[in-house]
């Protein structure tokens, strides 16, 4: 891994020292504040990006030496065309998550909307408004009158 790669992860919080190379948790069980996961793959997009100007600088590098070693050069090549599906697969998961967290921001609003609707209905004040039922039996009279 590049140094700079390596970097850019570090100070994205994508990795971070207590958990090396693993990913994407790091940190997250010791309640740290880390950016959100939209936010992670948007830098790793960008660090995967910035990782393939270094192999191409690599592959001209080896391509003018007298030492070249065509498998590592087929393998670097390899690498770089991976990174470019990578990176596309991370844009794509973002853009998926980015969507479901507006819709749930729509959710969360219509739910609070509805909450509050629900609220103001239920604190009306039954003395300010005039009672239109009346509590009262029926009694035998009642029955006898209806012709029951």
Not at 23 to 42: A, D, I, M, N
Not at 60 to 67: K, V
Not at 114 to 132: G, K, R, Y
Request: aromatic share 4%; proline share 4%; net charge negative.
């Amino acid at each position: 891994m590049s140094a700079s790669y390596h970097t850019a992860l570090h100070s994205t919080g994508i990795i971070g020292p207590s958990f090396g190379d693993a990913g994407f948790l790091s940190g997250e069980q010791h309640g740290e504040h880390h950016p959100s996961l939209s936010t992670k793959l948007r830098c790793t997009a960008a660090a995967l990006e910035n990782l393939a100007p270094e192999i191409d600088a690599v592959v001209t590098g080896l391509s003018g030496t007298q030492e070249v070693v065509p498998v590592l050069i087929q393998d670097l090549q390899n690498a770089r065309s991976d990174i470019a599906y990578l990176t596309k697969l991370v844009q794509k998961q973002r853009c998926i998550i980015e969507g479901r967290d507006q819709e749930i921001r729509g959710l969360s609003q219509k739910l609070s909307s509805s909450q509050t609707l629900v609220a103001d209905q239920t604190n009306v004040n039954p003395a300010a408004s005039p009672s239109t039922t009346t509590s009262r039996t029926s009694s035998k009279e009642d029955y006898k009158a209806a012709g029951l």
